[in-house]
């Protein structure tokens, strides 16, 4: 059963961030991540079922670990060695051995999947994606599966998850739609954040177009008033935003101009006076925020959807124009049959691009680190063929 | 003496032809047999006592009293001046400008006028920079005034400073700058480059108030302006500025009109082969040629700007008249179609031109790709009397850079121009439709149009107007050696040659078309037959 | 040992610019040393005596005088020859440039006005007619004239003050290339070479005052000028200088640098219908207004002129204390007045 791996090896950590800072995606060839042939893993209660996976996606924060540039926030909050992959579409294998159901997996380990009760405030009001217990519990730590060494993950032939975990898909669904359920429910739950009003998404990659479409799919929508922008820096970006309904498409160095000509606003150095009151960064970076910070109205909010790190920012614009900085993490349960409907309305099927088998993942990771120039948008691994 | 222009009909043995390439030149082959090239009449002799001249002509004016019969102590006296936008390249001083209204200074000297005030007609152009208004107007007339406050530019957007004269019988209302409409006087010096320019346009475009322009300036017009440079019964434009010039003479101020031409002398050395016929260069004029072109290819293009614009062109004047407007106007405009005028047999397919670094509404600045299509479409095109020099749905030739690339201290409104309104559209109509009021109305660009040195946020949307007649004659529009991504963007079709270009063309006109190339930069009016 | 931050004088921002009192008089000690040391070398001749020396003549016989040829009668022929002129441009280009500048720092303006005259295809000698006030304005116009007449142009200087010796007339011929004529009768001799040279190219600075201002106030014009301008045809082009007169002003021992400022007029033409005391009057107040211009503004002046209300050069018409106290306020318009203060000096107290 081979199963990509990840291990805590320091050295190679070290060598990874280096060689993900010459070349992205150039972290596989030489970091801590592996392949190997393993037995399978244990159930950590009976309760829970193994999963064959069929397609696993590769996400951003996943690329952040290959080329070693994730936060040390997270060090804690991760149990090694663990298999990366958290946007899976599997079958659930039945006690004989046969697949089954054909689920997405909710990969957030919450109180219930921990054997935690009474379980904490934040699961009991619904919001797992908020859990106070992600490393406790009678699973080692890690706040999804893909970040846990007694789950498993995606990128395997092979892993374990609890029925809570589990959504099926529906029958009419490819499983290249399925497989963006997970991070489209991410951008389900950002999209929440959209009052109708004038809004920047900053970034057009997996992560902002979903967003888009999440936020297009609304019937909020309809009677806003206000412009949807996207910036997108390749032209088949462009174009998918285009057709995902964005209202007007720019590069990144357009939208400053763009929201100043559509807000009226003026100019005070390089901070506009009036701005837009919403602009959702799906890409994270110090670059992306201090240019948030820059368009947003007074008194307006970014949220950080994309993953920030360990930026600088200058933020006396916010205090001076109360403007705030909120995060935006994951989804829960009812994200998901939400996100099934959007995928189902914009056919985002089609935003995968190519699939690997896990041999070749040192390759996969290489072109989904350079998915926007190659005009790509989702990469995923395919366990359909042998084992 | 200076010799006529004439028409060149490309043989086998004609050398390669100059064309302008923005900040530089390239020498293109054109097809023998059925090409032609049409090179303006060479410089004419300027006037030797220019100021003698200046003189005789305010003393002597054409339909109206004399200046000095004009002037008396305790009146208001306006002086309004061309602004920036020409003569192009600038000239060495002593300007035009600084001439003429030094001698109309000395006679309202000796007339005991006191209440002076001189006003740069700039209309929605940029404001002027201090060197500028130095080179224009000279030091002894800034020092003199603008301390004062006496000498000021004209703001389109002063509500307060804005006066309606009256209305013309088609409803449209001119208003003009109050300081000037309460005058007892206004003098107006122009300097007249093109026919376009000068009579009742000078007044009614350069003091005017943005509501006045718009009459005029709108995409309808511009498409019935089917002759800017030649009969004006064939420009919607000027007869709508003419009904309102007539509003103006009836109840605005009194008027009195200075005009003066200048030779097309343009280019200093070494850069004076630019002005001579190819088979004339000598092995100096081959040299610097291929001195510069090669050495422009390495220079770091803000410094080529920097070299082209400082350029201070040796042209000089060479007519001055004065009086009552339209007098004053036909005898100029002969004298600018003595210097630019060429009698041309009939139309061709195709039509070639080479786009230089500068055109009207970016002296010292950025030859954007907005300004790219205004500078072919809207003023080369139109450098023609009774029909253009292609065909209705011929192809037209252009050859320049056209990078994407903006002074955002002259043109912020060009850029959102460019990356918003053009995005969505090329069409005049529907740009002015969508778009125009935004721009018009944008609080920012009325800022920076006021208190800063950038055109009205509406300019970029008149830019492209004046092309709107170019736009609609031409089937196709290429542009060689231009950036493709923005040469898409202005909805032309990107040519890396010459010879690509007319392989392209060949869709439109067919294998073997005739072709006519305008041997600018020396300005020319074809006179077609 | 303690470190010490070697500091170094800065850089002066051109090699040649003599840019500081202190340097101008370090090179006058210079001058001093060489000349006590020829001094030293010529003195054994004085022992020698004839021949080596100037004969004594005997008691009763009347040595014959040689011609002068000195003054108004000196030949200054040679400073136009090639020689003389390459061996000038370098003078005026290196060392008479930076003295002026480091003294009179001089503003040129309206030289615009030249243009016309300037672009001809022969562009035609013309005179120069500036006020007078130091020796400075030599230099100032030899530094301030445009081409094409600054390598060909000679200045009218006093006879009686730049040629009494030999040496002096020949350092000022070369040097200035400085043609002497008389300040009280225009010699016949004089006005003649005057025209010669206006004939063959050679442009003129003359100072129709006469002489250099001696209360600081500016003198009347006298005719010479205009003469010359109307038996030649050549045109005149008035001059203000403005400010020299506090640097270096007659009657003060060494020079104080300051500002100054230099004022091209339009050219005048003589007329035929115009004697020569009328044109004159005519150049007097085109200087007047150019001075008016200096000090107030093109539009002031213009005004005035038209009415004939520009101040005059030549001051109040009272004389005294009132005169010199008019003089300050009138000096304070001026770059007189934009002097850069001096350094204030305290007294060594040991």
Known sequence: MSRLVYSRKPGKFAIARLAGAVKPGAGAHVGPL?????????????????????????????????????????????????????????????????????????????????????????????????????????????????????????????????????????????????????????????????????????????????????????????????????????????????????????????????????????????????????????????????????????????????????????????????????????????????????????????????TYPLADYTEAIAIAAAAGRRGAVKIAFDMRGKH | MARPGFVLEVDKSTPPLLFWRGEGFSLEKLPAGRSRVIYPPEPLEAIKDVDGAILEALLNPIDSEPLPALLFPGMKLTIAFDDVSLPLPKMERPDNRQRVIEAVLDLAAAAGV????????????????????????????????????????????????????????????????????????????????????????????????????????????????????????????????????????????????????????????????????????????????????????????????????????????????????????????????????????????????????????????????????????????????????????????????????????????????????????????????????????????????????????????????????????????????????????????????????????????GRHPTISHMHVPALLVADVK | MARTKLKLPKPARTPDKLSTVAQLRKVARIGDAIGSATQALLKPTRSLGFPYRKPTAPKGVEVPAEPSKLGADFDTDFARKAPAKALRKIVTQGPVRALVRALADPEVVGLDRLADLERMDDPPAVIFAPNHHSHLDTGVMIVAVPEPWKSKLVVAAAADYFFDSRVKGTIAALALNAFPIDREVTGRKSSDELRRLLDTGWSLVIYPEGGRSPDGWGQDFKGGAAYLSNRTGAPIVPVFIDGTGSIFGKGMNKPKAGKSKVVFGAPLWPSDDENTRRYNARIEAAVTALGDEALTDFWTSRRRAAAGTNPKLTGPEYNGWRRQWALAEHRRLGKAGQRRRQKRRWPDLG
């Not at chain 1, 368009?295 to 994309?306: I, K, W």
């Not at chain 2, 740009?431 to 609080?443: G, I, L, V």
């Open chain 2, 114 to 509: 006191d209440d002076v005030h001189l006003i740069a007609a700039l209309g929605l152009h940029r404001r002027m920079h201090e060197y500028e208004l130095r080179h224009a107007l000279g030091d002894r007339i800034y020092d003199a005034f603008h301390g004062r406050g006496q000498l000021y530019q004209h703001d389109a957007e002063d509500l307060d400073n804005l006066e309606v004269v009256g209305t013309t019988d088609q409803g449209e209302v001119l208003e003009i700058n109050k300081r000037a409409a309460e005058s007892d006087l206004l003098v107006y010096v122009n300097i007249n480059s093109v026919a376009m320019d000068g009579g009742w346009k000078s007044v009614c475009t350069g003091l005017a108030s943005y509501r006045s322009l718009s009459h005029h300036h709108n995409p309808t017009t511009l498409e019935n302006t089917k002759s800017l440079m030649g009969h004006r019964d064939h420009s919607a434009l000027h007869q709508s500025v003419w009904r309102l010039g007539k509003v103006l003479r009836d109840s605005g101020p009194r008027i009195f009109q200075i005009e003066t031409t200048l030779n097309t002398d343009m280019f200093p050395s070494p850069f004076d082969f630019i002005n001579k016929r190819e088979w004339e260069w000598t092995a100096k004029d081959r040299a610097i040629y291929l001195g510069t072109t090669k050495s422009l290819k390495r220079t770091p293009i803000k410094m080529a700007r920097k070299i082209f614009h400082g350029m201070q062109g040796p042209h000089r004047m060479t007519s001055v008249q004065a009086g009552e407007t339209s007098a004053v106007h036909e005898v100029t405009l002969q004298h600018v179609y003595r210097q630019q005028l060429v009698e041309v047999q009939g139309q061709t397919d195709i039509l070639t031109m080479g786009i230089p670094f500068v055109c009207p509404y970016n002296p010292d600045g950025v030859m954007n790709p907005v300004l790219v299509m205004c500078m072919g479409l809207g003023y080369l095109f139109n450098m023609y009397r009774n029909k253009p020099l292609v065909r209705e749905g011929g192809v037209i030739i252009m050859t320049h850079p056209t990078y994407k690339d903006f002074n955002p201290v002259h043109h912020p409104s060009y850029i959102d121009f460019y990356e918003q309104v053009l995005a969505d559209t090329t069409n005049p109509a529907e740009m002015s439709r969508k778009w125009e009021q935004q721009f018009a109305e944008d609080e920012w660009y009325r800022h920076l149009y006021r208190t800063g040195n950038a055109y009205h946020g509406v300019h970029p949307f008149y830019a492209w107007y004046w092309g709107a007649h170019g736009l609609q004659h031409a089937g196709k529009v290429i542009i060689v050696g231009g950036e493709p991504a923005v040469v898409r963007r202005l909805g032309f079709t990107p040519a890396s040659t010459m010879d690509d270009a007319f392989e392209i063309a060949s869709d439109v006109v």
């Open chain 1, 34 to 354: 592996a392949l190997q042939s393993d037995e399978p893993l244990a159930l950590p209660t009976p309760e829970w079922v193994r999963l064959r996976p069929r397609l696993a996606g590769i996400c951003g924060s996943d690329l952040a670990l290959v080329d070693g540039t994730a936060s040390a926030y997270f060090d804690p909050l991760v149990s090694y060695p663990f298999t990366p992959g958290h946007e899976v579409v599997a079958d659930v294998v039945d006690a004989d051995g046969s697949p089954g159901r054909r689920v997405v997996v909710v990969p957030v380990l919450s109180c219930v999947t921990r054997g935690i009760s009474p379980e904490c405030p934040a699961c009991a009001a619904g919001q797992i994606n908020l859990c106070e217990r992600v490393a406790y519990g009678h699973l080692a730590a890690g706040l999804q599966t893909g970040f846990c060494a007694d789950t498993g993950g995606g990128w395997s032939h092979e892993m374990v998850a609890h029925p809570s975990q589990l959504v099926d898909v529906p029958d009419d669904f490819s499983d290249e739609a399925a497989v963006l359920i997970e991070p489209t429910a991410c951008a389900v739950h950002a999209a929440k954040r959209f009052t109708g009003a004038q809004t920047v998404i900053i970034g057009a990659g997996t992560l902002g177009l979903l967003t888009l479409a999440a936020i297009t799919a609304t019937p909020r929508r309809k009677k806003n008033s206000g412009p949807i922008i996207v910036t997108a820096r390749y032209p088949e970006q462009r174009r998918l935003a285009k057709e995902l309904a964005a209202d007007v498409v720019c590069t990144t160095d357009e939208m400053p101009r763009l929201v100043r000509s559509r807000t009226g606003s003026l100019v005070v150095g390089d901070q506009l006076t009036s701005g837009a009151p919403t602009v959702i960064d799906c890409v994270g970076s110090s670059d992306s925020i201090s240019q948030a910070l820059r368009v947003v109205a007074p008194g307006g909010c970014v949220h950080m959807v994309g993953m920030p790190g360990n930026v600088s920012v200058e933020l006396t614009s916010l205090w001076h124009r109360e403007t705030s900085i909120s995060g935006c993490y994951a989804y829960t349960h009812a994200d998901f049959a939400t996100a099934i409907e959007v995928i189902r309305r914009h056919d985002l099927g089609r935003l995968v691009s190519a």
